[in-house]
């Protein structure tokens, strides 16, 4: 399994333009570290994205969903650091969402990926998953230049906190699907063809929304603890 936990957090956003370099070395040398010292916290990314959609996606793995409802976690959202008090405000149209992890195949991460926003039809939410986990994704996990695979589905309400507050109320998830891979061309034709909105959309996927990304910086709660 390339994902380290059961269950993550998956953001997507855009920064204004005139913060996006101070956004950067904050989540580096911050946010991320101070997210991996919460208990069941496992691994944090940044992505950038190579073409349309919100700039960022970033994913926390973590142990479990309970993870997202601990009380570490809400204590650090409702004291957030002068820094990051300061970042919030440059943050527009935040989407987050707590998930489970419904499928996930593949040794590790690659730095290209493609990240797909999507919902299923009512009524075809068992044939769309069936039809990912048993052959779409196993299929692209395993083609060349690919890394993994993995589908993500709300499980869980974010709650309301003071980091939230300062930034503006954040946009929901429903199902995500991530691929990553070594090789861009790979990723690029999985966006063109078995995994295009329209291949989605015959099975029953709606509301679909992707996008290419570049990963920036990974960390996982190991390094962070040896820094």
């Given amino acids: 399994m390339a994902l380290l936990g059961n269950a993550a957090m998956i953001l997507s956003f855009d920064v204004v333009p005139e913060a996006v370099a101070e956004h950067d070395d904050w989540h580096s040398r911050e946010h991320l570290r101070e997210r991996m010292s919460i208990p069941g916290f496992l691994r944090g990314s940044r992505w950038t994205a190579t073409g349309p959609g919100p700039r960022y996606f970033v994913m926390y793995e ?22 990051t008090a300061r970042m919030m405000p440059h943050y527009r149209g935040m989407r987050r969402g707590f998930c489970r992890v419904a499928f996930s195949r593949g040794p590790g991460l690659g730095t290209s990926g493609l990240l797909i926003h999507f919902s299923p039809d009512p009524g075809q939410e068992t044939a769309l998953r069936d039809w990912l986990v048993a052959q779409a994704l196993p299929a692209s996990a395993d083609r060349p230049g690919v890394a993994s695979a993995h589908l993500f589905e709300a499980a869980l309400t974010p709650e309301m906190t003071r980091e939230q507050r300062i930034r503006g109320k954040d946009g929901g998830v429903d199902w995500v699907l991530l691929v990553t891979g070594h090789a861009e061309a790979a990723i690029e034709e999985l966006a ?32 962070a603890a040896t820094d």
């Fill in 62 to 83: 973590v142990a479990g969903l309970d993870t997202l409802a601990s009380p570490p976690y809400l204590e650090r959202l409702n004291n957030p650091s002068a820094w």
């Fill in 192 to 223: 063109a063809t078995a995994l295009a909105p329209e291949a989605l959309t015959a099975r029953g996927g709606i509301n679909v929304a992707a996008g290419r990304y570049r990963m920036g910086h990974a960390l996982s709660a190991q390094e």
